[in-house]
């Protein structure tokens, strides 16, 4: 009799306790689902079903949300009967319209918060290994034709995903306006398409830096095989050994593992490494304010991985005197990205499932989805910021040339449509 009565009371405890989540998060609509059957509405009509499989995971949501979610989806703990990504972007809106996400933090609480950012020289080096070396043939299934791993820019809303990656990568040359014979640094590198596009298409030459050891191997074969290799060197170093002088830098989706720590570090070398008259573009996931880090993602995916706010980004400029040009947010853009993004790694997961396994699957879907939710609902930002040094004028007078889109790309961007 004893045993029963606590049972139930532990029941109706866990219903008390899943009510008093839903509404810190600010009731979304959706329907949770607990071991025994019982079922707790949020707010409004339910756009998915949420199954929670045993207390001890209600328990450990209920400490910390932002971790624990995560940890008990991949382990299945967690299941989601409805679309992720709606499901993820109604939490996402009503814990925003709560005051709930992390972005409402103290500014005091924030840099506590961020103390370990773990990209020095050596941590940097493991951080990238255990994210981007983890394999070029997984990337290969879901990454569009040039394997280009940051948010795209589409210049019509039904461009495929191939042709708004090269539009993107003519959209970042023209707005530093490149010219032949031009040297440019590309910092973060990638698989190499960025500096073979602004080589093959713009006629300079580039000097590209990152620590990831496949992306560089991948990328010197690239070069080789379009017969660039004159005229595009892929190094593997860290941004901070970065030596030479530059007409131009560039990086993209680089500086969220750089780490606010070490944001000195990063502009004192745009400062070594730019000519007197350089300039540079920097395209960066970011927040609207500081906020502290998601703890699952930098745990099971991106370690070391920060978005800046803008007040945070410009820590980078000021102390050097760079002036900023432009800095322009097409955070939809990286939206559609990752939509396109989800869909191929959904289509691609039984494959995936084989060179992994169901947990590595269950993670990469939960970040991709939960990311593209994020910002759908303006939890994360994409910036481009544009820079020059102070008192340069030889500037173009107009955004003319930003939206004369190149005949190439312009073709490029309906086809397939």
């Known amino acids: 009799m004893f045993s029963r009565v606590a049972v139930n009371f532990s029941d109706r405890a866990s219903k008390r306790l899943v009510r008093q989540?839903?509404?810190a998060i600010g009731n979304p609509p959706v329907r949770v689902v607990l071991w025994n059957g019982e079922e707790i509405a949020g707010g409004g009509p339910s756009v998915a079903r949420v199954f929670i499989h045993d207390r001890s995971t209600l328990l450990r949501l209920l400490v910390r949300p932002e971790l624990?979610?995560?940890e008990a989806y991949?382990?299945?703990?967690?299941?989601?009967?409805?679309?992720?990504l709606e499901f993820l972007e109604a939490v996402y809106r009503t814990m925003s319209a709560s005051g709930r996400s992390s972005g409402a933090l103290s500014a005091k609480i924030i840099p506590w918060l961020n103390r370990r950012s773990g990209n020095t020289i050596r941590g940097a080096r493991d951080n990238i290994h255990r994210h981007y070396d983890i394999g070029n043939d997984f990337y290969r299934l879901w990454l569009d034709d040039e394997m280009v791993y940051s948010g795209a820019y589409f210049p019509t809303p039904d461009a495929t995903l191939e042709a708004a990656q090269l539009a993107k990568l003519d959209y970042v040359c023209r707005k530093m306006w490149l010219k032949p014979g031009e040297s440019v640094v590309d910092v973060g590198g990638g698989?190499?398409?960025?500096?073979l596009y602004m080589a093959k298409h713009y006629g300079v030459t580039v000097k590209a830096f990152n620590i990831s050891h496949r992306q560089i191997v991948y990328a010197r074969r690239r070069a080789e095989a379009e017969g660039l290799e004159d005229r595009v060197e892929f190094i593997e170093d860290d941004y901070r050994n970065i030596a030479g002088r530059f007409d131009a830098l560039v990086s993209l989706g680089m500086l969220e593992h750089v780490g606010v720590n070490h944001y000195r570090d990063f502009g004192?070398?745009?400062?070594?490494?730019?000519?007197?008259?350089?300039?540079?573009?920097?395209?960066?996931?970011?927040?609207?304010?500081?906020?502290?880090?998601?703890?699952?993602?930098e745990r099971r995916i991106f370690p070391g991985v920060y978005p800046p706010s803008p007040c945070e980004l410009m820590t980078i400029f000021e102390p050097w005197e760079f002036a900023l040009l432009d800095l322009e947010n097409i955070r939809l853009h990286y939206a559609r990205t990752l939509q396109y993004w989800l869909e191929r790694f959904e289509s691609s997961a039984e494959e995936i499932t084989e060179m992994?396994?169901?947990?590595?699957?269950?993670?990469w879907r939960l970040y991709l989805a939960g990311s593209a939710a994020a910002f759908t609902t303006g939890s994360l930002q994409l910036f481009q910021a544009l820079f020059v040094r102070q008192g340069v004028n030889a500037i173009p007078w107009t955004r003319k040339q930003?939206?004369?889109?190149?005949a190439c790309v312009n073709h490029l961007a309906t086809a397939g449509t």
């Open 191 to 195: 698989w190499g398409a960025t500096a």
């Open 402 to 406: 930003l939206y004369e889109t190149a």
């Open 268 to 297: 004192t070398m745009m400062d070594r490494c730019l000519s007197p008259v350089g300039r540079g573009l920097i395209q960066v996931i970011g927040r609207n304010r500081p906020a502290a880090k998601n703890r699952w993602i």
């Open 68 to 70: 624990h979610f995560g």
């Open 356 to 363: 992994f396994d169901e947990r590595f699957v269950r993670a």
């Open 74 to 84: 991949t382990d299945g703990r967690i299941e989601v009967d409805g679309d992720l």
């Open 21 to 23: 989540l839903l509404k």
